[in-house]
């Protein structure tokens, strides 16, 4: 496994969050919007299929929030916590540009 210091980072924050929230905190949380500066930042989509693959070429057909390691739900939730956007969740069939299923 390579590590990064991007990965670090991510790993760091992901600790942090995890502590600082709990599950019965997100079940509340708003959902991210397409249209959020930080989503748009990032290339969130809420269905990963409408991805610009020419935009994001490292987009790859079956990656998407639930499968990706910065998702704080279950496989089977159809919106879940993430750590790189706080309280505000992210749809499971979504996909931004942090993908990571380190």
Known sequence: ????RRGFLLFSLGI???LALSRIAL?????LSEADPK???????EVAATVDKS????YVAGQNC????????????AWG???LF???QVAATGWCSSYSNM
Not at 27 to 31: H, I, L, M, N, P
Not at 39 to 45: D, I, R
Not at 55 to 58: M, N, Q, T
Not at 66 to 77: A, E
Request: glycine letters at 14%; charged letters at 20%; a positive charge.
């Open 16 to 18: 942090g969050s995890s």
């Open 86 to 88: 706080g309280n505000e």
């Open 55 to 58: 935009k994001y070429p490292a």
């Open 39 to 45: 989503a748009q930042a990032v290339g969130y989509k």
């Open 66 to 77: 639930s499968n990706c390691s910065l998702f704080q739900g279950k496989g089977s939730d």
């Open 27 to 31: 079940a509340d949380a708003a959902k």
């Open 1 to 4: 496994m390579k590590n990064s």
């Open 81 to 83: 916590g993430c750590l």
